[in-house]
Structure formats: structure tokens, C-alpha cells
């Protein structure tokens, strides 16, 4: 016979102040490990969203990233003839682009300056991209010294309203549009004429990267081996969802520190909650001998402890959950290791993440409350009621 959950929950009431201060440790455990949780879970679906398994990004053979890359216009008219392209009215859907960097500062914060992308596309690299749409002003004119902003880039750097200019490679560039690219990375580029790109920052017809749309999965396959086993090109294809997919190492720095701090403080929350139980247990000896006179075995009076340790951390946990809430869909941004550029992104907080907050206090609960648990089972009847 089982102890009713109704006892557990009137003696959670009854100690106020201890059910409390051991459930904010536990719910601002939970917090931490959520809100680490959030920032990457918002950084890979960045990432991720800028990622199509049928795109393939060609560069030279070696390199990380697009940024120290370089291809050139002769190796690009070999590419985009290749057989398995998928075509667009006609056209080849590859686009020859060129990545570079420029420093823009804060909107409330002039001496807070960071490098944000600047990628030097055609029109067709504008329509490879997913769910990229204008949502103020125009796009840039080819041969003219205009760009257009990403929805991330807008939103937090300065000089980047349209009508104002940015000085990029060789002068002064007209800031002619805003565009959104859904969730994705490209949120946080700017992008500008590929050709005259190259030619202010002095590269000619050598650009960075190309970017390549096959037909299908196998033809996906097929060029990456056409590619890389072209001598004569020295390049590589990868698959523009792997690319990205590695640039996930930037989020691991915070990541690990925030996981090493939610352990940290897992172990205090265990701790205290474990004190907690053992208050409970030595004031509550007469009413366990009570128990067992009344018929209740010890596995009932271990069942019943250890349940209501975890409705503490429970507690705690659900606690913790509100805590996080208001991170959902907030905008932050994160140096990106591999571009040397900002990354902006939105907290994500999911609904698995949510159920392994809850998990994770409950096991806080188990392991804090197991061994006072087990001495109160163990307590003899007589032994309880002498201590009346």
C-alpha cells in the first residue's frame, strides 16, 4: 500500500521556506542549462536554414571557409556547364561570388565595432537563396555601388539605414534595400554586385566561391566527384548544409562553459535538496513510526520520500521553465569562427528542450533525495517514536 501523494504535498506546503529556496536552486540550474540550450539550438537552426542538401559550395581545395577561398572566372565557366546543373529559364543556377569583411559599430553603442559579411553575389545567387524577400527599399544594381542589408545586420549595426553609405573596399557604398532570409544565417550578410566587389577589392575575376544548384541528390553526388577529381581545377564541393553545418564550432566555446556551470550547480541544487529531505526525515521520525504501525512498508515510506523530493526539484524545473520563456525568439548574435564575422540568430527554445529541463530536475530530485530516503525507510518503529 502507497503512501497518498496528497502527504507529500502537504508537507511540501507546511515547510514554505525550504521548499522554496531549494526550488529556485534547482530552477535556476535548470535556467542556466536552458538558456545555453536556446542560444545553440537558435544558432544551428540558423545555420541549418541557410543549408539546402541539393546546393553545393565549390572552393579551392583546402579551405574552410569562402572567406579565404578563391576561384577563378575561368574555372567558373567550367563549372557551370557541368552536366546534372539544374537550369532556371534557361540558365545555368550558379552564381561566382566573392566574401569579404567590413566593420560596422553598434546602433547604441558607436566604440562597439565587429566585422559583418559582405558577399558579392549575381542575380541568380539571390534566387539559390530560401525565402529571401525585400521587405524595405530595392535591390542593388549591377555596376552600381549599392547594397542591401540583412534583417540581423539592420537591426544592430549602425550606417546601415537605406539612403546612408558605407565605406567598402575602394569608396563609399549606397545602402539601397533591406532583405529577410527567414531564420537563416543570411540574415546577418550584406550583399552587393559580385563583379564590381571584385574588382574594388582588387581580385578581378578571382572571387571566393561558387555556389551550384544540382537537379537531384544523385547529381548532388556527382558533381562533388566531377569536382574534386578535376586536376586541372584544384577545387573542392561540399554540400552547402555540411558547410554550415561546421560552423556550429562556434557555438561549442559557449556551450561547453555553460553546461560545465549547469553541472556546478546541478551538484549545489543535489545537495540542497538532499539537506532539505534529511530535515524532513529527522522532523518527521514520530510520524514515520506512525506509518508503519498503521501498516505502510518501507518501500511505501521510500516511494513516498523519494517522490517528494522529485516534486520539489519538479517544481523547481517548471519554475525554471518560466524563467526561460522570455529568451524565446530574442535576437542575439555570436562571433562566427570560421567566416571571422558576426552571427545573428534567434533564441530557440523548443519543446524537447523543455521536457529535458523538467528530466534534468527530476533527476536532481532522485539523486538528492535517495539517501534520505533510504534512512527513513530503514528507521526502526520503535526507534521513530521514541524520538517524539
Known sequence: MLIPIT?????????KTTTIMTALGVALTVAVML???????GLRTSLVAGGDPLHLIV????????????????????????????ELDG????SHEVISVVQLPLRDDPTS????????????????????ELID????????????????????????????????????????????????????????????????????????????????????AALQNLVG??????????????????????????????????????????????NTMFAAVANRAAEIGILRLLGFSRTSILTSF???????SLLGGLLGCVLVLPLNGLEGRIGNFMTFAETTFQFRLTLDYLVGGLIFAATMGVMGGLLPAWLAARREVLQSLGDR
Open 306 to 312: 523519494m517522490l517528494e523530493s522529485v516534486l520539489l
Open 137 to 220: 527599399g530595392r535591390w542593388f544594381t549591377p555596376g552600381r555601388r549599392e547594397m542591401v542589408v540583412g534583417r540581423g545586420v539592420h537591426g544592430k549595426r549602425a550606417g546601415t539605414d537605406i539612403g546612408e553609405e558605407i565605406l567598402y573596399g575602394r569608396g563609399d557604398w549606397e545602402v539601397v534595400g533591406v532583405f529577410s532570409a527567414g531564420q537563416s544565417a543570411f540574415n546577418s550578410e550584406i550583399w552587393v554586385d559580385a563583379n564590381l566587389a571584385g574588382t574594388d577589392l582588387g581580385r578581378g575575376g578571382s572571387l571566393s566561391s561558387v555556389l551550384i544548384r544540382a537537379k537531384d541528390s544523385a547529381a548532388a
Open 229 to 274: 577529381d578535376d586536376q586541372r581545377l584544384g577545387l573542392e564541393a561540399e554540400r552547402e548544409s555540411e558547410y554550415y553545418a561546421k560552423q556550429m564550432v562556434s557555438a561549442d566555446p559557449v556551450r561547453y562553459l555553460g553546461m560545465f556551470v549547469a553541472v556546478i550547480m546541478a551538484i549545489g541544487s543535489c545537495f540542497a535538496a538532499m
Open 91 to 94: 540558365e545555368p543556377m550558379a
Open 113 to 132: 565595432q565587429a566585422n559583418v559579411s559582405v558577399r558579392g553575389l549575381s542575380s541568380m545567387g539571390i534566387k539559390l537563396r530560401h525565402d529571401v
Open 7 to 15: 502527504y507529500n504535498l502537504r508537507n511540501l506546503l507546511v515547510r
Open 59 to 86: 572552393m579551392r581545395q583546402g579551405s574552410t571557409a569562402e572567406l579565404v577561398s578563391v576561384v577563378s572566372k575561368e574555372d567558373f565557366d567550367v563549372i557551370k556547364f557541368s552536366p546534372g546543373i539544374a
Open 35 to 41: 538558456g545555453v540550450g536556446t542560444l545553440v539550438e
